[in-house]
């Protein structure tokens, strides 16, 4: 029972040009949606959240939009670079209930060519 | 401000051992998660836990696992009788009483049980 996806396994951009990753999800539960990188051999690194209460939260190079009808998330990075190459998981949570366990997707590898 | 640590970052064990693995929180949390990724697979939630009370361990698997947050030192993840299914990176991570929506991670402990 997989509740978050994300459905590209990876993703080739050029340097400068925008990066978009999605995230599907099924459990209407989830209240609040973070972002997260990971470099490999290193720890999750956060990135940027949204409340279901919002649709868009931005953070300079990062947005996060939030389609709450469609179960759908998508984090956009303009421009991209070279750094931001590693794996982004999103990782949804029942922010009301009694545990904030975040449930992680799959996530997709991005690789920014410079 | 130091982010969370996790020590060993490596552990190498024999089938039948133990395991521990140590996670010291960011300063002025009271909240530890623990999460595993087993290779080739997304990070999934196992136990939360708050200083002396265990909160949610229904992702903690029924035997030889075990977690504790005590009222001082670190938490401690305890793995009984390894296997080598139980080779994976443990992530540990932390928020504060004030901002429970965002957690931050460890470096990770990867076991190779061998």
């Known amino acids: 029972d997989q509740q978050v996806k994300q459905n590209s396994p990876s993703l080739s951009v050029q340097e400068g040009r925008i990066s978009i990753l999605n995230c599907d999800y099924t459990n209407s539960m989830f209240d609040y949606f973070l972002w997260y990188k990971k470099y490999p051999a290193e720890g999750p690194t956060f990135l940027i959240s949204?409340?279901?209460?919002?649709d868009k939260n931005e953070d300079g190079r990062f947005t996060v939009f939030l389609n709450k009808s469609a179960k759908h998330l998508s984090l956009h990075i303009v421009p991209s670079q070279p750094g931001d190459s590693a794996v982004y998981f999103c990782a949804p949570m029942n922010y009301g209930g009694a545990t904030n366990k975040l449930i992680f997707g799959t996530g997709t590898l991005l690789a920014v060519q410079p | 401000n130091a982010g969370v640590m996790q020590n060993p970052r490596h552990l190498v064990r024999r089938r039948g051992q133990e395991a521990r693995l140590r996670c010291s929180p960011m300063k002025g949390h009271s909240h530890v998660y623990w999460y595993r990724q087993l290779p080739e697979e997304g990070l999934k939630f196992m136990v939360y836990?708050?200083?002396?009370?265990?909160?949610?361990e229904s992702g903690m698997p029924k035997e030889r696992f075990s977690a504790e947050f005590p009222k001082e030192g670190p938490s401690i993840l305890r793995i009984q009788q390894v296997v080598r299914g139980d080779s994976a990176a443990y992530f540990c991570a932390s928020s504060p009483p004030s901002s429970q929506e965002t957690q931050y991670f460890g470096p990770g402990t990867r076991l190779l049980v061998l």
């Open positions: 949204i409340s279901s209460i919002k």
């Open positions: 836990l708050q200083k002396e009370n265990i909160i949610d």
